[in-house]
Structures are given as C-alpha cells and as structure tokens.
C-alpha cells in the first residue's frame, strides 16, 4: 500500500485499453495503450536501419523510443551499466551464433565497450574498446573508477582500470578466481552481478555472494537460492527478481530477500500473466510452433525472458515507478508489470489487458535487458539479430532450425542497438557526476527520486570508505520527516534513511542504539531495514534486543511481522524458538508469515544443519531438490523410514519399513525408485515381507522429484529432474499395480 500512496499510482484495466491516470499536485499523465495492430503474420526478416526499426515500435500515448547507441558504435550488445559520472559500459558477445551451428563462438575476440555522450543530448558520441579479446562477456559492474567483469565459461571475476584516461583499460586485477570452467552452455550460466542494498554483490544461478571490503574479498553462501538466468534486478528494498528462460518463467523469487532463500508461492503471478501478447507472428520459438504458439500464430507463452529491470527513475510517469519490465526477445516485445503486495504476498499483473507496454513487427528486434538509467529514463539494449537461440537448441533435428534456415535468420548478426524510453511530457535528467565528489557531497544522493542515484551513491560512499560521513549519516537516519508523494522529483525520504542506514552497514557501523530508534519509525519499510539490521545482535545471543522485537508480533503492517519471523532464523535462544512458535500459531493460516515462520524454525533442526554440510558442494539446482525433500521426507517417509532412513523398528529385530540407505534401489538407477514411488511395491524385499508400499504417484512431478532426491542425496547419489519423473510416467502409463522385486530386477 506504501508504495501505491507514494506513487500516487491509481491504476484501470478495461477489457479494450489499459488506462493508467496519474495525478501528482497538477500533473496528470494519460498512459493509453495503442489499439493492437493486425498481426503480421509472416513478416520480412531484412536488416532495417535504427530509423526503420523504431516505426514498427508499439508504445502506450506519450512514450516515445529515442536511439542512444547502434552499429557501427557498438556489436552484438548483452548487458550495460553506467559508472557515477554516466560513462556507459557495454558487454558485447561478438561470437554469439555467427551461423545456425555457431561456429567459433567460444574464440576471445568479444568486446567491453566505453560509450560516452559528449553533448548531453543523451546519445552517444564516443565508442572505445575498452577490454578487447574476451571470450563472450556476460556481466559488468562498475564500482568506482573500476569495473567487474565476468567471461562465459569461467567463474573468475576481474576487476579493470583505465589508469591514464584514454578510455582503455590497463590495469587487471583478480577479484576472485576458480580455476574450474564453468561448464554447460552459454544460456545457462550466471548473470546479473548487482550491488545490492545490503552491500553484498549478487548473481543468479550460483549460490554464493561477494562483498567487497578495505583489503578483502569476503564469500558468503545461500541455502536454496532462487537461482535464475539471464538478468536480475532489485526493488527499492533489495528484494530481487529472477527470470528463467530455459524453465519459461518471466519472475519468480521476489517475496523475500534472497539471503532467507526461495519461497515460491502459489499465485504469484496473476492468471493469464505468462501469456504474451506479440504484434507479429512467432517463428522461431523452441519446442515447435504447435506447442508455443496461438491459433492466430502467436507466441502462447514467455519463453525467452532475459535482462528485467524493477524500474525507479523518475522521468517516466510516476505510475512506472516499482514497475517491473521483462523483455522477451522471442515474442519481441516488452512486458510492464504491476507489483502489488495483497497483504503481504507480492503479485504480478500485467499493466494492460492483452497488450505489452513495447512490441515490434521487426522481426530482428530482440530486446535482452532493461535498465534505468542515469537520467530517469527506460533504456533497452537490443541485440538485433536473426538468431537468438544458442546452437545447442539449433542443431540438426531441432525443431526451430529448419525455420531458422527457411527464413535466412542465420544470416542476420553483426549489429545492435541501444534504445531509452521517454515520456514526451517529462525532460530527460542530465549526465550525473559522481565520481570526483568527496563523501559528505553524495550523503544528499542517498534520498534521491531516482534509484540510480541513490543505490549509486551508496556504493560510492562505500568504497571510499570515508568514516568523517558516519554522524550526518546517523542525522539523516534520525530525521523522522514523512515521505510525500508530490510533484515528480520530490524525495522519498525514507528511502534516504533506508539507503544511510544500509550506507552505514556497509561503513562498518551497525549501531545498536540507532536500530532500536528506528523500531519505532513511523515508515514500514524503515522498521524492515532496522529488523533487518538487528540481526547480528540477535545472532549473538542479545536478549534485550529480542524482547524489544516481541512487539512486532502485533504490528500493523503484515509485512513487519513477516520481516521479524524472517529474522528470528538468526537467533539460537530458546525465547526466540518460543516467539516463533507464538508467530506460526498466530499467523498459520496467513500464507506468507506461516511459511517465514515455520522455515525460521529450521534453526533448531540439527539434522537440517548437518544435511547443508553434507550438500555444500553440490549446484543450486541439487541443493533446492534435496533440501525440499528433506522437507518431504520429515512430514511423511520418516513415519516408517526413520529419521536416519535406515527404518523404525518394529519389536525385536524387525522394521516398518526397509532401511533406504545402502539400499541399491535408491543409489542405483533413477528408475527403479521412480517406479516404486509411482506405483508402489509390494512383496518381500531382500528375503522380508514388510507389506505393502503405497503408491506416491498422485503427487507432482516436483514432489517426487524432491523426496527422491534427498533420499539419493542420503546415499551420495546424484538427484532426479522433474524430467526423469516425467519420462518414467510416460514410460509405464499403463501399468496401474503394484511392482514386485522380481519385477524390478528384470
């Protein structure tokens, strides 16, 4: 609700136009979608020059595209980001799919490039190749007058200097390195690399997370991190958004920060939301067209989701504001959702009905990342291409490379663009100069209307390291003025007490005394923030802190107390383990809370601990599996398998059940325990006769999945795949009895 009231944000979907009306003292913005086109069904697969391409652009009244970057200033374009004085990076993968095999694509010869406007008219005037002979660059992060890169293929994370200004990096120093090559595919390796508001820096897929300090690197690692693909982007609070492609879904793992793991609840995304809504015919779409199109020939289904982007500048509409954009490089069009939070679950709509906020009839449009930028606005980077499937999925037999062939898609490659949203009612901010300011010069920044420049403000002041800072910061923290939603341009300010609390985290400072303050913050978010902070003392054993969280059990904003039951997983006291229980027992039926509770819980779970150890060196993937059928297992197989798997007893030198570790039917093949849990098994095992095992298989794929991952986990095997249980269905759909042992040795 804070953040609607803060936006002024008042939102009306009709069944014909989506009509977001914005009223902020007397500036009212109309966002009318475009009456949808007739879809072209078979559109022309010609190059089109940046003029050409921006007039097949569909965007609501008053938005307009503007060319920031194009060939031949820049090539294959993947990623951007911006340093404090607005210098713009460029991640080029200048051997991605060259031919419809994509040959050569792992040679070094891709690019970082340095973009500069010099006019201030927000295009760009000056390309320099600032780091050349790389192999497939996929993530940049500028600190201060250095950049984080990351290769394909590799984990290492490289930090490059320009150290006499010529626009050229000259200095190279490691980050950190792993001399393991990252294995798999191009399209299924990490991404991101975001400095997040808690200080600490952030990717998808690999479940660890780096931070930065005076002399050190530090590495922490996360337990059932939400994982992702290609992009990540975080909100106001630091709560993150992951995208998978490869799974075909447009976001997940947003209800809580990613340090307190995955929850992944029923109803996120509203009904209908993965359905897009293209101006042009899909063709090339992976798994064939019958399965990923309409009957008007359209794509049915996200399947390319790649690069989203929270957006929090303040030159758009003040109604764009928390939005979440999500390009979708195969359907060529962008997606605008609303974030709403239903007492305290966040749920994503689609801004229009049956329309994208962006679509294009050019079919080489192939948008791969949003951003906000420096001056407020939306900026897309846009591959523009042919191809944009990597060659693992267009090999001979695929279903997509015949039309990839047919239509000469594999020859279009060579060029990008860069483009920035606009609002024809709203002037763009101008370029920012961060960089040469002292510490005390970039506190007014933290408050700041644009996101940009408060998440880049506070990493500035970080890496500076400046301690003199820390009294007008603890000031800043302490004025209570109440946030006002006025006039775009105006500031939040607490958000600015939000990002100097997290600035003084990152200096080193968690005051206690301040924390306890902001416990009484008349702002909810702020009250997050101090919870959040109050960690440390609650993880060595503070029971005055404690009982001054108690109070947040009645707060009356639900996502306060969901904050706390987050938070009290830090604690090993017994009290905390009792306010917990007093939370769950409160709140059971609140799906959100419940859930925060009952996994918090967890902390007093030795066996859950030992299991962490037991998997640390496995993939995010693995780890997610194993411990949700940990979970499985303890609410159900444990009854008559026993908590260490190895059986109940059952009177003198009997058991319920066979004991599951050591046993070759779950160590061995993934089939045979697939079986048994499908169908079930009766008969001796292994010369006794323990009855009947019931069939498990009107659970999920994802459920059996699970609990026969952890029970393979137990015996050092590798998991099942939702697939594996897919495939063993399919494979005995007709039988509907039970296995015998006989059966299952032949």
């Not at 209800?255 to 307190?260: H, R, T």
């Not at 938070?567 to 059971?588: A, D, V």
């Not at 060196?617 to 979970?631: P, V």
Request: glycine share 8%.
């Amino acid at each position: 609700m804070n953040n609607l009231l803060r936006n002024c944000k008042i939102v009306i979907v009709t069944t014909l136009v989506a009509l977001l009306a914005t009223r902020c003292g007397e500036v009212e913005y109309k966002d009318i979608i475009y009456e949808k086109p007739e879809i072209v069904y078979d559109a022309p697969v010609d190059f089109l020059s940046p003029e050409e391409s921006m007039k097949t652009f569909y965007l609501p009244e008053g938005y307009k595209v503007e060319l920031v970057a194009s060939e031949p200033m820049i090539y294959e374009p993947v990623a951007i980001a911006w340093d404090g004085d607005g210098k713009m990076y460029v991640a080029e993968m200048d051997t991605y799919m060259q031919d419809v095999d994509g040959t050569g694509t792992d040679e070094p010869i891709s690019q970082v490039k340095l973009l500069e406007d010099l006019d201030g008219d927000g295009k760009m005037d000056k390309s320099t190749v600032f780091i050349d002979s790389l192999v497939l660059p996929r993530m940049i992060l500028p600190l201060d007058d250095r950049v984080i890169v990351n290769e394909t293929y590799t984990y290492n994370l490289w930090s490059y200097r320009d150290t006499d200004g010529d626009g050229v990096a000259d200095e190279k120093i490691a980050i950190y390195t792993n001399p393991k090559r990252r294995g798999g595919n191009l399209e299924h390796q990490q991404s991101g690399l975001i400095w997040n508001l808690d200080n600490w820096i952030y990717m998808t897929y690999l479940p660890y997370r780096f931070r930065l300090t005076e002399d050190k690197v530090e590495i922490d690692t996360l337990d059932n991190y939400p994982g992702g693909q290609w992009g990540l982007t975080q909100d106001d609070m630091g709560v993150m958004y992951f995208g998978s492609a490869g799974g075909e879904n447009p976001a997940y793992g947003f209800q809580q920060p990613a340090v307190y793991g995955h929850v992944n609840l029923e109803g996120r995304l509203s009904e209908g939301f993965i359905e897009p809504w293209p101006v042009v015919g899909t063709l090339d779409v992976q798994g064939g067209i019958e399965h990923r199109t309409r009957e008007d020939g359209t794509l049915n289904h996200f399947t390319g989701v790649a690069g989203q982007e929270i957006f929090k500048g303040d030159k758009l509409p003040p109604s764009t504001y928390g939005d979440l954009f999500i390009p979708e490089p195969v359907g060529r069009l962008i997606r605008r959702a609303k974030v709403k939070n239903e007492n305290g679950k966040k749920v994503l709509y689609n801004a229009y009905d049956q329309k994208e906020f962006m679509a294009s009839t050019d079919l080489n449009f192939r948008p791969v990342q949003a951003q906000t930028g420096p001056d407020g606005c939306l900026y897309i980077v846009d591959m523009y291409r042919g191809i944009i499937q990597e060659s693992n999925w267009t090999r001979e037999g695929s279903k997509i490379r015949p039309v990839i062939v047919r239509k000469g898609l594999d020859k279009n490659f060579g060029k990008g663009r860069i483009y920035r949203i606009v609002h024809e009612q709203i002037k763009p901010d101008e370029k920012p100069n961060l960089l040469g300011k002292p510490a005390d010069e970039l506190l007014d920044y933290l408050g700041h209307p644009n996101g940009w420049y408060r998440n880049t403000a506070q990493k500035l002041i970080i890496l500076k390291g400046d301690k003199s800072v820390v009294p007008k910061l603890k000031e800043m923290v302490l004025d209570n003025e109440p946030f006002w939603s006025g006039l775009v341009g105006n500031k939040d300010y607490a958000l600015g007490r939000i990002h100097a609390l997290w600035t003084l985290e990152g200096l080193g400072i968690v005051d206690k005394a301040l924390i306890v303050e902001k416990f009484k913050d008349q702002d909810a978010r702020v009250k997050i923030t101090a919870i959040r902070l109050s960690e440390q003392f609650l993880a060595a054993g503070g029971q005055d802190m404690l009982s001054l969280l108690e109070s947040f059990v009645t707060d009356p904003d639900i996502n306060v107390v969901n904050q706390l039951a987050l938070s009290l997983r830090y604690s090993p006291s017994k009290e905390s383990t009792e306010l917990l229980n007093k939370i769950q027992e409160k709140f059971k039926d609140h799906e959100v809370v419940s859930v925060s509770a009952i996994e918090s819980l967890k902390k007093d779970d030795s066996e859950l601990q030992v299991l962490k150890k037991k998997i640390s060196d496995r993939n995010n993937n693995d780890k997610n599996r194993i411990l949700n059928g940990y979970d499985i297992y303890k609410q159900l197989c444990i009854t008559c398998h026993g908590p260490d798997l190895k059986g109940v007893p059952n009177g003198e030198n009997s058991l319920i059940a066979p004991p599951l570790v050591g046993s070759p039917r779950v160590a061995g093949e993934k089939d045979v325990l697939l079986r048994i849990l499908i169908n079930g098994l009766i008969g001796e095992v292994d010369g006794v006769d323990y009855g009947i095992m019931m069939s498990m298989g009107s659970n999920d794929d994802d459920w059996l999945a699970y609990v026969s991952s952890y029970i393979r986990a137990m015996n050092d095997s590798n998991t099942v795949s939702r697939g594996d249980v897919r495939r063993v269905r399919e494979k005995y759909a007709d039988r509907d009895d039970f296995w015998t042992m006989k059966e299952l040795k032949e």
